[in-house]
């Protein structure tokens, strides 16, 4: 089933996704778009990634921050697109 109609996105991406570690919708934007159109997927993408089962919202729960989400190997920004980017 599409996530994402803007990009074409699927849960079953967003879930291989998730398996490989993102654990944020933003984590998820980075990795396929999803989400940085019109953001109406993103309530969804939230739904499929739940809540738990990631080590590092574990360690934000916690309150955990600082050097060991730094080494997180999943980005936690989303790329500008090119009507984001700053004018030269």
Wanted: charged share 20%; aromatic share 2%; hydrophobic share 40%.
């Amino acid at each position: 089933m599409y996530v994402c109609s803007c990009f074409g996105i699927t849960d079953k991406q967003v879930k291989e996704h998730a398996e490989a570690g993102a654990c944020t919708p933003r984590q998820i934007a980075s990795a396929t778009k999803a989400g940085t159109d019109c953001g109406s997927c993103v309530r969804a993408i939230q739904g499929i990634l739940g809540r738990g089962g990631c080590p590092r919202r574990q360690l934000l729960d916690q309150g955990r921050t600082g050097a060991v989400l730094a080494a997180d190997p999943v980005p936690d920004v989303v790329a500008a697109g090119p009507e984001l980017a700053p004018a030269a």
